[in-house]
């Protein structure tokens, strides 16, 4: 199960992933009864899935692909068909591994992420409004939209966190890394290892659905928090054994579920800075998480291909 997605409302859930010979699949689920609701079924078998997000108004999923040439596409909810989006341009070894939404209703926005570039396309229009070229010598292993599609935060090999103005794609700062990482993932194209290793994780980057705390989970299992007003390090928690292979975070950035390659799910509270519980039930390594808007929910998906529904407050999955 490669990736996960609530609907901003908190009623629905997204779950996608490749399915062998078949191509790759996109199944919505209620939320509250965990009954299946649709599914997008893509008849290519070159199809890879690596991530998606909802739309603001819940009416389009967006889906990333990380085989080569291949675009990402648009999950019409409302006809139940698919529109690939960039369809003239030339896409080469630029795959897509990645996909993050704005989350307002005006000027809804979504980023598409690869190695070699970010580009900002329109969901009303489905064209591309600009893109942000990776600096030679250095690529992208990460990116998020903020939640009011102003802000682009990316992660470079080395680990630093750039924050762009996402209307003009020009820097706003640099955020350094308080870790150290090896530049070895510079030479690792991201898209093939997310398609030959179902144990390769890359690192990733989000926000709070507030759009205030950054969350960045590096290679080497070490997690940053940082402020985006002040821009400065809040938090950094490197204290598990096992390997952090997924993250999410509450709207408010005080709760952090940390999925580990042992099966395991933490939950971390970021004001006392310590772990308040351990959800176990997956048996295999966790690779999506979710938590709910609401923050009453938490979603997993794991190697072990099941999908398991948790209620934060009763720990207790479903």
């Known amino acids: 199960m490669r990736s996960i997605a609530f609907s901003e409302d908190g009623g629905t859930i997204a779950t996608g992933s490749s399915v062998g010979s078949s191509g790759g699949q996109v199944i919505l689920w209620d ?58 341009i030339d896409h080469g070894y630029d795959s897509i591994f990645d996909v993050s939404a704005s989350r307002g209703q005006v000027d809804r926005t979504i980023i598409t992420i690869s190695q070699f570039e970010i580009r900002l396309w329109s969901l009303e229009t489905r064209k591309l409004l600009h893109e942000i070229k990776h600096v030679e010598g250095d690529l992208f292993s990460a990116a ?60 990733h980057i989000i926000f709070s659905q507030d759009g205030k705390t950054i969350l960045y989970c ?64 997956h048996k295999k390594p966790i690779i999506s998480l979710a938590i709910s808007p609401d923050g009453n929910k938490l979603v997993s998906g794991s190697q072990d291909h099941t999908v398991k529904l948790w209620g934060l407050y009763t720990k207790s999955p479903h």
């Not at 690596?50 to 596409?73: C, G, R, Y």
Request: glycine share 6%.
């Open 31 to 88: 939320a509250t009864s965990g009954k299946f609701i649709c599914s997008c079924n893509r008849p290519d078998t070159l199809l890879h899935l690596s991530a998606m997000a909802f739309s603001p108004d819940l009416e389009t999923v967006t889906i990333a692909n990380a085989k080569k040439h291949f675009p990402p596409f648009i999950w019409d909810l409302k006809t139940n068909r698919s529109e690939d989006i960039g369809e003239d």
């Open 144 to 203: 998020a939209l903020s939640p009011d599609g102003k802000t682009i935060a990316s992660v470079s090999v080395e680990g630093d966190i750039v924050l762009w103005n996402a209307e003009h794609g020009k820097i706003i700062t640099t955020l350094k890394n308080h870790t150290k990482e090896s530049r070895g993932f510079l030479n690792a194209y991201i898209p093939d290892m997310i398609n030959h290793n179902p144990n390769f994780i890359p690192k």
């Open 218 to 281: 590096s290679e080497n299992a070490s997690i940053q928090l940082w402020d985006v007003e002040t821009q400065e390090h809040k938090l950094l928690i490197n204290q598990f054994d096992a390997q952090v292979t997924s993250t999410a975070i509450n709207s408010e950035g005080s709760l952090i579920a940390i999925g580990l390659a042992s099966g395991s799910i933490v939950l971390f509270d970021v004001e006392s800075k310590r772990i308040t519980s351990t959800l176990q039930g």
